[in-house]
């Protein structure tokens, strides 16, 4: 059956997310959805406010047919970390013929021509003459783009899903992949919107409903993960992640991707010495360090990530949660897919070597995502290798 991929956090699931679900399914004349999802803590830097479990169930009830994880070296990379795990995993199911994706400008065109200049051999050499000078890697690229194409439309580079599209469509350039491209334009009014994912964490974190902004089929999921005390937020976190900071040596610091030119050090010594998570930033931040790129790395120091990991491909296929169309897509990637498929976690243990290590890194993040929870009932740990794929039947 003809299938399109979405890579996403749905954190938490919103309309947006199933105006994009839907309209993908129609523009690509798709059969089938397959998500890869970010797992427990997000692209941005901090745990997400549900679980991998609970988001990828409330995925496939609001309409998408296979959830995979993404598995946390990735997810909480940079944007070219984070799309070149998402879409290698999607290729290497064997089974999806195209990838969609939500951008502010609405034009794939527009965007595979960034990611084509991005890589071109002057354009990298253009990026390290301006990094240079001091600004963020963010501005830096953004000028060596100008200098090949135009101040405007290098600007497209500024909106997060722009960028993340541009990364998207890098990642199909540089793994020779056959998937056709599409993009959708927005129509959630952007981060910060009132009907964004961060408009609705905020109204959770404030003990708000979010019913009428989420997807009447997802409400269910959030209201009961909230019932039974499964809501994390970095407040509830906050200890746990400070607790693992101040234990670590200097030399967990130092192996961390983007923290050379001594901002290592500023991390280990504001670790040390910050009352909360905020003034760790706070401590670190500069114009040469958004809080964006702080947050990863502390959260890659308190989870154990290190330099490299998402430099190489995502080592095992999980499936998290599907339907009966989904179930069907899983027994053809048996037969077509390029990775190990994992649909109970213990079956890492037959696959080993990196598979394990990756798997078993992310294990223990989940053991950490859980100390957040308000109910202590549900804190147990080692439940990803005991977890097996949930089926869902509509």
Known sequence: MRTVGIVAEYNPFHRGHLYHLERSRTLTEAEAVVCVLSGDFVQRGEPAVFSKFARAEAAVRAGADLVLELP????????????????????????????????????????????????????????????????????????????????????????????????????LRRLGSGMECVTVERADGGHGGENSASALRARLRAGESIGGLTPESCLPVWEREIREGRMVTMATLETALLSRLRMLPRAAFERLSDAGEGLYNLLYAQSRVGESWESVLAGCKSKRYPLARLRRALLSAALGVEKGMAEEEVPYI???????????????????????????GGDVRRTGGRAEAIFELGSRAHDLFVLGFSEAAHRRGDEDFHKTISIIYL
């Open 318 to 344: 999980r499936p998290l949660c599907a339907n009966e169309r989904g179930c069907a897509l899983l027994r053809e990637m048996k037969k077509r897919a390029a990775l190990p498929i994992l649909s109970r």
């Open 72 to 171: 946390l070296p990735w997810s909480i990379a940079s944007a070219e970390g984070f799309a070149r795990g998402a879409v290698g995993l999607l290729e290497a199911t064997g089974v999806v013929d195209c990838l969609s994706f939500g951008s502010e400008c609405g034009d794939v065109a527009a965007l595979r021509e960034l990611a084509s200049v991005l890589e071109r051999r002057e354009t990298e050499e253009e990026l390290l003459n301006v990094l240079r000078s001091g600004v963020s890697y963010a501005a830096a690229r953004e000028r060596a783009v100008a200098a090949a194409v135009g101040e405007e439309r290098a600007a497209l580079l500024r909106p997060p899903n722009n960028n993340l599209g541009v990364e998207y469509c890098r990642a």
